[in-house]
T-cell receptor, first 114, second 112 residues
């Protein structure tokens, strides 16, 4: 079983929809949780990160962490065609993000149709 | 400010050939790393370096070699290419402390 599981999709939604992307994990030592966005033929770019449990909001994006359930989510409100990309969750057990030794999910491919 | 630059963008190798994937960053980041991305597997860490002269293995290091002689450069060497090394390779860097990884745009490698 992988340490981090993410539904690969693909997920297709109409413009303006609320999108929910999710990851589950098995390692209770994970404390830092990140979401990366990856456009086609590009490298991943950091979208949001949170430490431990709770919510974090940034514009149309909300990241949620539930450590008791070992479950993290990314919500996108009022989705736009420009949000079409692959979204990867990533997590790390320690501070300083363990020198970048992140564990990534498989990525969910999202398509937002005009 | 170019960020993380990877060359080449594409490469085709025959089984048994060797090659070096180049990675350079101009942000004076101490930490650099190499990942490979395969369908259904996500990104997996190959090797990483916390500074010039210091390297360590990640999750999938076999068949790859790295060195870090300068802060800016972190090349990845394939010693004897195998079809299982067909993948997209990403280099990433960050500064020390709680800072995000900056990724390059990848090298797409096919081994026939």
């Amino acid at each position: 079983q992988k340490e981090v599981e993410q539904d690969p999709g693909p997920l297709s939604v109409p413009e303006g929809a609320i999108v929910s992307l999710n990851c589950t994990y098995s390692n209770s030592a994970f404390q830092y949780f990140m979401w990366y966005r990856q456009y086609s033929r590009k490298g991943p770019e950091l979208l949001m990160y949170t430490y431990s449990s709770g919510n974090k909001e940034d514009g149309r994006f909300t990241a949620q962490v539930d450590k008791s359930s070992k479950y993290i989510s990314l919500f996108i409100r009022d989705s736009q065609p420009s949000d079409s990309a692959t979204y990867l969750c990533a997590m790390s057990p320690g501070r300083s993000w363990q020198g970048g030794k992140l564990i990534f999910g498989q990525g969910t491919e999202l398509s937002v149709k005009p | 400010n170019a960020g993380v630059t990877q060359t080449p963008k594409f490469q085709v190798l025959k089984t048994g050939q060797s090659m070096t994937l180049q990675c350079a960053q101009d942000m004076n980041h101490e930490y650099m790393s190499w990942y490979r991305q395969d369908p259904g597997m996500g990104l997996r860490l190959i090797h990483y370096s916390v500074g010039a002269g210091i390297t360590d293995q990640g999750e999938v290091p076999n068949g790859y070699n790295v060195s870090r002689s300068t802060t800016e450069d972190f090349p990845l060497r394939l010693l004897s290419a195998a079809p299982s090394q067909t993948s997209v390779y990403f280099c990433a860097s960050r500064r020390t402390g709680d800072s995000p990884l900056h990724f390059g745009n990848g090298t797409r490698l096919t081994v026939t």
